[in-house]
Structures are given as structure tokens and as C-alpha cells.
């Protein structure tokens, strides 16, 4: 009975799962000098296996997704930074409780399904930059088109939403040379849904060290808590109208904390390459994350010798140039 109660609950609305495992390029308090910037692709695979209802952990079929981000920064001055991204999700659902098709398009067939998710943009302007690095921001996204959000294996919650906050930056030279600190809040105001709108907080944190000039290595977490929204129990049906069955996931309180670490290489002047591991240790009204695994290439403009990470970071003179990190959720 258990199980027939949440057969119809969890179209899988992955924005911020898929975009979580990326955490320290959105979070990057060092921007590009003036003219400069960075292009990159990055490719995650995310797998669920398990669903929070809410803190409770229930088996109703497996996820899987690769989603490809393509993300761009320009450097507008070298205290303000301009960025834009858009995620293309390649997902499928496997299992015996299926979302009903609706009369658009069947997603949870077993088959995989592709399609773009949200344009996102945010505009960086640096206020204080040194040891301590402050970067604050604003930004937003919206659907790039409209794609299905009722399915396990949906894209997305097909919401727009305005975010704001603030990153922040520490060298850590005094306790280890080459060890540095920084983290991401954002606040995020979505689009209001059957008269709620779950406002939520986000915050993500890297600590890194590098080995070498060209070589880094770190630690990531990453952490949501929705301020508003409803919870969805076992017996949802029996509590929520069908409205707020088929819109459960753009209005549920979902929180979530995924940790994990990665490493991060300069291949040559302006080629970098990532790797990373992000998992789920904690949740609520949420899809568990087993694991999200992220790989990527970055590639800089206008940057010369000088200029790499390493030295951007610990010159003290200049901003950094580009960060080569993990960009998601969602987050």
C-alpha cells in the first residue's frame, strides 16, 4: 500500500540535482580581467535510486540522466563578469510505477529522452578582492522552452526564477601554502505555483589546495533549504488535491546536503580539465543522489603565462582569470 501511494509522486524535476554536483564555478568569487573570459562544456551523470517522503527513504524506480552543460563568462571590466549557461538533459526512468502520459508526451516509457532545460544568467561585480575576495551577484533563469515537467524522467521543473547573493573567497596561506577556501549563498524567488511559492537558500562550499601550479585538489559540499512549499508524505494522495499531485515537485519543500570532492588540471595555457564526485547525505521531499559524477574542459581566452589560476590566486594582483570547477543544481 505504501508503494501504490507514491507510484504517481515523483516526476523527476532534476535542476537542482543535476546542476548541485557543479558547485564552485557558480560559486566562484574571482572573476576574469576586463576582455578575458572562458567557455566550457561539462558533462555530469547523475543516478537516483531512492526518494525522500518526505525524510523517509522509498524505492519507486530508478533515474538516470547526462546532462551536458554549456556555460560562457566574459569579463565586462575586471571587477564585473557576465556568465550564461544551458544544461541539455538526456534522462530515462526504469520501473513499475510510471508517471500516467499526458496528452503531450509519455516520459517514463524505459526509453531515454533529451532535451534542453533552463537558459540561466548572472552578472558578477567584485567589491573587495585581495586575500579575502567579495563577490556578490544577481541572475535568473528561464525555461528555454515548453518542455514536460510531470515525469520521473522531466528535465526539469520548467519554473523562472530571480536569485541573488553573494561569493566569497579566502586564501589560506598561513595554514598551508597553496590552500584556499570559497563558498556561494544565493537566495532564489521561483515563479509562484498554485498560489506557493517555495522560496529557497542555497549555499555551497569548496576548500581546495593545490599540489602543484597547474594541479588542484578538493573538497565540495553543497546544501538547500526551501523556506516554503508543502511536504509529501507516503499517503499524498489521500492529502493533496490532484493539482498539487501534478505540481508536487515545483511547490515541495525540498532540502537536501551532498558532499564529495574532485581535481582540477591546466593543461596548457588556455586548456583546463575537471573531474568530481557529488553525493547525497541528507534529504527531505527529494530525490536521493547515489551519485553524480562530472567531467569537464574549459577553455580560456585572452590569457597569457601569467595568468593561470595559480597565479591569478596567489599574486594578489589581479583577479582570477577563470576557475575550472563543477557549474549546477540547481540547484
Not at 4 to 17: I, K
Not at 40 to 67: M, Q, W
Not at 101 to 111: I, K, L, S
Amino acid at each position: 500500500m505504501r508503494c501504490r501511494l507514491t507510484d504517481r509522486m515523483w516526476p523527476a524535476a532534476l535542476a537542482v540535482l543535476l546542476l548541485a554536483a557543479p558547485v564552485s564555478a557558480r560559486a566562484q568569487a574571482w572573476l576574469p580581467a576586463k576582455g578575458e573570459g572562458y567557455v566550457s562544456t561539462i558533462f555530469t551523470n547523475v543516478y537516483v535510486e531512492k526518494h525522500y517522503l518526505p525524510t523517509t527513504r522509498y524505492d519507486v524506480g530508478k533515474i538516470e540522466a547526462n546532462v551536458f552543460l554549456f556555460d560562457a563568462t566574459y569579463g565586462v571590466t575586471d571587477r564585473v563578469a557576465v556568465s550564461v549557461s544551458l544544461p541539455l538533459v538526456v534522462s530515462r526512468y526504469t520501473g513499475d510505477r510510471p508517471h500516467p502520459g499526458t496528452q503531450r508526451t509519455v516520459m517514463d516509457d524505459g526509453t531515454w529522452h533529451s532535451t534542453f532545460q533552463d537558459f540561466r544568467f548572472t552578472l558578477r561585480f567584485n567589491v573587495v578582492r585581495g586575500r579575502v575576495t567579495i563577490t556578490p551577484f544577481v541572475g535568473g533563469a528561464m525555461p528555454s522552452h515548453d518542455y514536460e515537467y510531470w515525469a520521473h524522467s522531466a528535465a526539469g521543473r520548467r519554473l523562472r526564477e530571480v536569485q541573488g547573493g553573494v561569493s566569497a573567497a579566502r586564501l589560506l596561506d598561513e595554514i598551508a601554502a597553496g590552500l584556499f577556501v570559497q563558498g556561494r549563498y544565493s537566495f532564489a524567488f521561483p515563479q509562484r505555483v498554485l498560489d506557493v511559492r517555495p522560496q529557497r537558500s542555497n549555499a555551497d562550499l569548496e576548500l581546495g589546495y593545490f599540489l602543484s601550479p597547474s594541479l588542484r585538489v578538493f573538497a565540495l559540499a553543497a546544501a538547500q533549504l526551501t523556506h516554503d512549499g508543502i511536504d509529501l508524505p507516503p499517503n499524498a494522495r489521500e492529502i493533496l488535491t490532484p493539482l498539487q499531485l501534478q505540481h508536487h515537485d515545483q511547490i515541495g519543500r525540498e532540502n537536501f546536503l551532498n558532499v564529495g570532492a574532485g581535481a582540477a588540471i591546466d593543461v596548457s595555457e588556455s586548456i583546463a580539465l575537471y573531474g568530481a564526485f557529488l553525493k547525497q547525505v541528507a534529504g527531505r521531499n527529494s530525490h536521493e543522489l547515489d551519485r553524480a559524477i562530472t567531467a569537464g574542459i574549459t577553455w580560456s581566452f585572452r590569457r597569457t603565462q601569467q595568468d593561470s589560476l595559480f597565479a591569478r590566486v596567489y599574486s594578489r594582483e589581479r583577479p582570477l582569470a577563470r576557475c575550472l570547477c563543477q557549474k549546477a543544481a540547481g540547484k
